[in-house]
């Protein structure tokens, strides 16, 4: 058995537990990232959780290094999205010039969709794209639709609000965020309209967003439900 069919293969034992061993360093990196945020933390503790860092790093960069050996394509790897992914899983600990690139640890968590990608999820994850591609024009289009109400939402709320409240509402680019949560349906209330067109607009905007928030949702699962069928229809073929 060669190394590729360790690395590159989820089909037999050896990729299977190789895989398995990725999974449980990606968790282990996580939960880790995560404790060094509590506060009052033990410097003995803190000091294991970066000796536990050093080790996973070494080992993450291991795996990097052999993929990129062994992919049929090696530039076609290291420029692909998984490539990527795994490259930033490493990069913050070889950077840290300075910098808290800690964050970037966290995108280590994508690094699963690549496990699921070379398992039994596989089939799963391809119906996920295919509906994706089903849905590309609908939801190029809702994000397009999305950006200009998004606009009009900040003008027409800059317009109502400007004068009675412009420390929150300086320009329309200030008025984006207020319009960002309100479109949005969030409401965080940090801002809020105080006269009675930028109520009265809110409201409309606020009917607005709701409708836009289950559009999303809809396109995909209507797109799911054709790549399902399809698939159905293929595997009978």
Avoid at 92 to 118: Q, S, T
Avoid at 163 to 191: C, M, N, R
Wanted: hydrophobic share 50%; aromatic share 14%; charged share 15%.
């Amino acid at each position: 058995m060669s190394i590729a069919d360790v690395v590159q293969r989820a089909d037999t034992r050896a990729g299977r537990a190789f895989d398995l061993c990725i999974i449980v360093l990606i968790v282990l990196s996580i939960v880790s990232l995560t404790i060094e945020t509590l506060p009052g933390i033990a410097p003995s503790f803190r000091a294991a959780l970066q000796l536990s860092e050093i080790v996973i790093t070494v080992l993450f960069t291991a795996e990097y290094f052999l993929r990129v050996y062994t992919a049929p394509s090696k530039l076609g790897y290291i420029f692909s999205f998984y490539g990527i992914i795994d490259l930033l899983a490493i990069v913050p600990f070889y950077l840290a010039l300075g910098f808290d690139l800690r964050g970037l640890r966290a995108f280590r968590i994508f690094r699963v969709f690549r496990i699921l990608k070379l398992t039994r999820y596989n089939r799963a994850m391809q119906r996920f794209h295919r509906a994706l591609v089903l849905a590309k024009e609908e939801l190029v289009l809702f994000f397009i639709t999305t950006a200009i109400l998004l606009y009009l939402a900040a003008f027409g709320i800059y317009y109502f609000e400007h004068q009675a409240q412009p420390e929150h509402f300086k320009s329309i680019l200030h008025s984006i965020w207020w319009a960002t949560t309100t479109l949005t349906t969030v409401g965080y209330g940090d801002i809020y309209p105080i006269t009675a067109g930028g109520r009265t607009f809110t409201f409309l905007v606020l009917m607005i967003g709701l409708g836009v928030i289950a559009v999303p949702p809809g396109l995909v699962a209507s797109a799911l439900s054709k790549a399902r069928e399809q698939e159905i229809g293929a595997d009978e073929t």
